[in-house]
């Protein structure tokens, strides 16, 4: 399935201020990962896969979309961390129908 560049950025912010609001929940630095290419889970300050949990709600909700997923950070077989990049495909593929239906 092919998405426009506006689908993409509209799911890549949706996820990053998502990121941010769980990080200043949690009385961290309030963090807006620029960087595309890092991992939550590992490269920002104390977001784990308990955060990772808390932010998928978030992101769920705020998409209007329940997911499946206990986290859409971590890869489907459990065995590691996602990278920005890779969670905005997933969430992209799972809201695919929503998006679509949207642009559309």
Do not use: W
């Not at 939550?40 to 308990?50: A, N």
């Not at 969670?87 to 559309?104: F, M």
Request: proline fraction near 3%.
């Amino acid at each position: 399935m092919r998405y426009t560049i506006l689908d993409l950025k509209e799911v890549a912010s949706v996820i990053t201020g998502a990121i941010s609001d769980i990080q200043r929940l949690s009385g961290r630095e309030p963090t807006v990962p620029g960087d595309l290419h890092i991992k939550p889970i590992g490269d920002l300050d104390g977001f784990d896969s308990y955060c990772s949990i808390e932010a998928t709600v978030l992101i769920g909700q705020r998409l209007g979309k329940t997911f499946e997923l206990e986290s859409i950070f971590i890869s489907e077989d459990g065995t590691r961390a996602l990278t920005i990049d890779e969670i905005v495909e997933r969430v992209a593929t799972l809201c695919s129908g929503d998006l679509n239906e949207q642009v559309g």
